[in-house]
């Protein structure tokens, strides 16, 4: 066979397609894909419109001229085709690089016309599977960009759209099957578990490889002050008011996403989210470092004078401008994250620990001596920035190399840099007899900070329920020695001030937990409640190493599959278990009570006969399948020795009430009742002969009390 | 004692083979480069919802691939009707009740292609399969191939299977052209031979119809008076019947050729009011018995086998000898139709 004619043997117009419900569930797919392209902003509202009123157009026509498809139509499709094809190039002439992010607007208007164009000449099953597949190419597109779980909308249209056309496909290659309503549900909860199964196996995909990386302003205005700190209402002193202000405090939203952290208080913090990261792997994300600490609150120097950088992006960030080098750092690896604002934000670029690069909607960004970068622009909802930065966190045991706290005759600028870093405005005389106590027998600077939260962890404990501190009292004072009773920027502060005290440079990190990490849009979701302060500790070489003394435990990666089934855990034991026990118990009551009702015998001739036959089978002698009933009554009455034929009677009275129009008197029924309610004995091996006492045989008789005829010559000789 | 209700369930599993996928290589390698460009987008993009798509989809060309293949091998069939006689080359319905929608095509005997099971539009009673036998016998199962794409028309795969008849099927030969027949003593008249009797033997009384009972028999007045369908009995004829001897060949091709004709002859003879004495001359020796009609004559030779060595119990080969008795057909040559048609004398040690 010639390469020319296996192409028209493929080629080849299949029968017309004449399912109705087919064509919409393609068209449901195609439609549902252009309307997940708009909603993640793929595609502009008149595109979308149009385009779906054109696929459903074409639908229709291609169902309406199936049996004799329009000749002239092919040429002007394919020359549309052809149209969108060498548009799409031209739309990426000029750009300098061709991945995903670049090619992903003019790449989904290409997928959306060219189902536009497919859907006027679907004639047949196989045309029809083409648009069910190339539905999925828009998905795919839309997917790429979808942060939250409202693409779960669009995604469980188009799962279904997609699944009632893929049996719509078998219910046309067979000719009319279906799959009856048992099979449809084994099969979506197969698809289930085998996507689940998939799911868990899988490893989640991490934005690896790529050229370019997404940044959007979102509409983002310039803010006053080169560098300056603005909260949510583009003032420094604001705090991030995403929370609702209630509590004892009245403040909504977290104090410290501002020029100083009061730690004397703590906003209420609510569960919206405030910004979802997709990341390689969980971090504390950084917005802000103090190191002057005044007894209640943390500052940021007030000469500390934030750098401009204007190389755009990928804006590249330098060490630390006062920071100490970092002779000899981790060997890491490279972490990048992307955050996705939801609400309006402070002007902070969150990141993890040790930024290389910055990919920012803005033409600069600044820089602040204590690793603090700022946005030139206000964040709202929409903006997206991302950041890679240098894994270079020590292991325990690098750092337990280190034998003692830096030393400031190394350098002028390690010097000065530990004069910061040490900074008290007190003694603290009793923070420092206790930190020397906890670390007494400690030799290492890695050892006293994890005897520090080692103690901290047993002898504090953490709530946000706690009054507002007078005006005047140290917070750090009446932590450690008051009721021992505080939240993270107390417990941190703590510790911050007990390192410095025995001579350990730290300072207070401000910013958010990872978040929920969601394995279906592989975002972690920040809500405003995971704001979050820890100690920063300084190590010779190593640079500043992050430790949480609030939450102690170690994070660990995430998997799909493990969180899936951790959150199913959860929502489980989150469950009432108690009513929905009820409402299985009386679900399983319906159900039985709705079996027996179908199964009940329909005639008062059934229900005899079924009690008649339970009555034998009590008795060992359940009826054969191949016995009529007259034939199973004369084995009952043979068992029980009746002789007068009392079941036979009752089987002539059911047989002649179900098949010979005799309706049963009431004394019949009565009786016939009375009757199949009797008892019967268990079945029991006959006798071949009987002995009197006397002990003389007698013939056994038959069920009349007839004694056989033809018997052994004996057993008759000696009767 | 064995569970009837399982027995039954047993019989009605249909036995077969191992499934197999039919042309498994474009179905899975599509599906794989599918999940493949599938993959490097979401690797690309880093987005979870494409991966979360993705699983879905190869949760779906998986159930998709490999789904068929245990519908199949779970499939119940049961045959639930079958006539009781068939001709060669003509079609015959069976209905066959399917607990899953499966193309079934017929290979032994053969037929058609057609899908049974549940479908749109249409109870869930039982669909027709037709077959079209080639050769004669009688068919107590049938061998099927079956296959299905269910539920997602992704794959297709097949299974051979064996279905038990709920009885048996007797597959007669075509009617093939008469041999040509020995005129009669008493068929002096040039019309006579053509004379057809409808009625044979003598009329003994009337009785109450029964079924299978020619309606040609209806005894009208007696009907009339007793208010029940009555039909004539015969005794029976008087005159000595016809003995058609058919030698079937070993070669399954010329056996049927020969039957066929046999079949055409005996036809012939009924038309003519005769009785018949049928001999097949088979691997098991000759049988001989009376036949009555068509269909028990497309029965007998429904049954009869083919012969490597025709012969007799008593030795004797080929056909009756001539002579007094018996007048051999003029044209009716064994050796070349494999059909002799005697008048009037049973062949002595046949068996009945």
């Known amino acids: 066979m010639t390469l020319i004619e296996m192409v028209k043997r493929a080629n080849r117009p299949g029968p017309p397609e004449n399912s109705a419900a087919l064509r919409l569930a393609c068209a449901g797919t195609v439609i549902t894909g252009i309307a997940a392209c708009r909603a993640e902003g793929e595609l502009s509202w008149p595109v979308a419109l149009v385009s779906i009123a054109l696929v459903s157009t074409g639908m229709y026509l291609s169902y309406r001229t199936r049996s004799r498809p329009l000749g002239w139509l092919k040429p002007i499709l ?44 679907v004639p047949a099953r196989r045309d029809l599977s083409f648009s069910l597949a ?6 795919a597109v839309a997917g790429a960009q979808a942060v939250d779980l409202g693409f779960g909308l669009y995604a469980v249209a188009w799962i279904g759209f997609g699944l009632w056309g893929l049996v719509g496909m078998w219910g046309s290659a067979s000719d009319g099957g279906r799959i009856r309503g048992r099979g449809l549900v084994g099969t979506v909860v197969a698809v289930s578990v085998l996507a689940a199964a998939v799911l868990a196996v899988l490893p989640a995909p991490h934005v690896a490889g790529r050229i370019d990386f997404p940044a959007n302003s979102a509409g983002g205005v310039g803010l006053p002050g080169a560098g300056g700190l603005a909260g949510d209402a583009g003032r420094a002193t604001e705090p991030a008011r995403a929370g609702s202000p209630a509590g004892r405090t009245r403040v909504g939203g977290f104090l410290g996403f501002a020029t100083h952290l009061d730690t004397a208080l703590r906003g209420s913090l609510g569960t919206a989210v405030v910004m979802r990261v997709r990341a390689q792997r969980p971090s504390y994300w950084i917005g802000e470092t103090f190191n002057t600490w005044d007894g209640e609150s943390w500052k940021v120097p007030t000469k500390n004078v934030p750098v401009a950088l204007f190389a755009g992006s990928p804006f590249a960030i330098p060490p630390g401008v006062d920071a100490p080098v970092v002779s000899n750092p981790v060997a890491g690896t490279s972490d990048l994250q992307t955050f996705y604002m939801a609400q309006s934000s402070p002007n902070l670029i969150f990141h993890a620990d040790n930024v290389i690069d910055v990919w920012f909607p803005a033409r600069n960004i600044y820089l602040s001596g204590n690793d603090t970068m700022v946005s030139p622009i206000a964040l709202g909802p929409g903006a997206i920035y991302t950041v890679r930065s240098q894994v270079n966190t020590a292991t325990p045991a690098q750092l337990r190399s280190i034998a003692g706290p830096p030393s400031a005759s190394e350098s002028p600028t390690q010097a000065r840099q530990l004069r910061v870093d040490l900074q008290l405005p007190s003694p603290y005389t009793r923070a420092k007899a206790l930190a020397e106590k906890i670390t007494a027998k400690k030799a290492t600077t890695e050892a006293k900070v994890q005897a520090l939260i080692a103690w901290i962890g047993s002898h504090t404990r953490y709530s946000t329920d706690i009054p507002p501190l007078p005006p005047g009292q140290d917070t750090v004072d009446e932590f450690l020695f008051g009721n021992r009773m505080g939240f ?89 278990l108690v009513p929905l026990g009820v409402l299985l118990v009386l679900a399983a009551a319906a159900a039985i009570i709705v079996r027996w009702w179908r199964r009940r015998p329909a005639t008062w001739a059934l229900a005899v006969a079924r009690r008649m036959e339970r009555t034998g089978r009590r008795a060992g002698r359940p009826r054969q399948p191949d016995e009529t009933l007259n034939e199973y009554a004369s084995v009952l009455d043979a068992m029980s020795g009746d002789t007068s034929g009392t079941w036979r009677a009752l089987a002539w009275l059911i047989e002649a009430s179900a098949y010979g129009h005799h309706e049963p ?28 006492p006397g002990g003389v045989l007698v013939p056994r008789r038959d069920s009349h009390g007839l004694p056989p005829t033809g018997g052994s010559p004996s057993a008759g000789g000696a009767g | 004692m064995t569970d009837p209700a399982g027995r039954d369930r ?50 779906t060309l998986l159930l998709g691939i490999a789904g068929p293949g245990v519908i199949l091998a779970r499939v119940r069939l049961e045959v639930t009707a079958v006539p009781s006689d068939a001709t060669v080359g003509l079609p015959v319905d069976l209905r ?61 795969w097949t299974r051979r299977a064996h279905l038990d008849l709920p009885s048996e099927l007797h597959i007669g030969p075509k009617l093939g052209q008469s041999v040509a027949l020995p005129r009669q003593d008493d068929d002096h008249a040039g019309d006579s031979a053509q004379r057809s009797s409808r009625d044979i033997g003598e009329p003994r009384g009337v009785r109450p119809y029964r079924p299978g009972d020619s309606r040609r028999g209806v005894h009208w007045p007696a009907t009339a008076h007793s208010g029940e369908l009555m039909v004539r009995e015969m005794e029976g004829p008087t005159a000595e019947p016809v003995v058609v001897v058919v030698t079937l060949p070993a070669e399954v091709d010329k056996a049927e050729s020969v039957a066929e004709r046999a079949f055409g002859t005996l036809v012939a003879l009924f038309d003519r009011g005769m009785a018949v004495v049928l001999t097949t001359t088979e691997q098991s020796g000759r049988r001989t018995g009376a036949v009555a009609d068509r269909r028990s004559a497309g029965r007998r030779l429904a049954r009869a086998v083919g012969s490597g060595h025709p012969g007799d119990r ?39």
């Open chain 1, 78 to 121: 394919a020359l549309a085709a052809l149209a969108a094809f060498v548009w799409f190039f031209r739309q990426l002439t000029g750009q300098a690089f061709y991945d995903v992010s670049t090619v992903e607007d003019p790449l989904a208007l290409l997928f959306v016309w060219i189902q536009v164009a497919h859907a006027f000449d």
């Open chain 1, 134 to 139: 190339g539905s999925a190419s828009l998905m």
């Open chain 1, 488 to 576: 993270c920027e107390q417990i941190s502060t703590a510790m911050a001030v007990m390192l410095r005290s025995i001579g350990i440079p730290a300072r207070e990190a401000v910013g958010y937990v990872p978040g929920s990490y969601n394995p279906i849009t592989d975002l972690y979701e920040v809500q405003n409640k995971d704001a979050h302060a820890w100690v920063q500790v300084w190590f010779p070489h190593y640079g500043w190493q992050s430790f949480d003394p609030t939450a102690v435990v170690p994070l660990a990666n995430p998997s799909p599959g493990a969180t899936l089934f951790h959150d199913a855990g959860r929502a489980l034991k989150a469950l009432p």
């Open chain 1, 665 to 692: 008197t009431p004394d019949e029924r009565h009786d016939a009742e009375r009757l199949s309610r009797r008892r019967l004995k268990r079945a029991r091996p006959a006798p071949t002969d009987a002995v009197r």
């Open chain 2, 10 to 59: 047993d019989r009605r599993r249909s036995a077969g083979g191992f499934v197999r996928p039919v042309r498994p290589l474009v179905p899975i390698t599509s599906s794989f480069f599918v999940l493949l460009g599938w993959g490097v987008v979401a690797h690309n993009s880093g987005a979870g919802w494409v991966q979360a798509l993705g699983d879905v989809l190869a949760g």
């Open chain 2, 96 to 156: 066959v009740v399917s607990s899953s929608r499966v193309r079934l095509t017929p290979i032994d005997p053969s037929g058609p292609a057609t899908f049974v099971g549940p479908a749109r539009g249409s109870s869930a009673g039982s669909d027709v399969v037709t077959l079209v036998p080639v050769r004669r016998g009688v068919v107590a199962g049938l061998t099927v191939n079956l296959a299905s794409a269910a539920p997602f028309g992704l794959l297709w």
């Open chain 2, 314 to 352: 008593d030795g004797n080969i080929g056909p009756p000898p001539s002579g007094s008795g018996p007048r051999p057909s003029p044209e009716g040559d064994a050796a070349t139709t494999g059909v002799t048609v005697t008048m009037g004398q049973r062949r002595r040690g046949d068996q009945p």
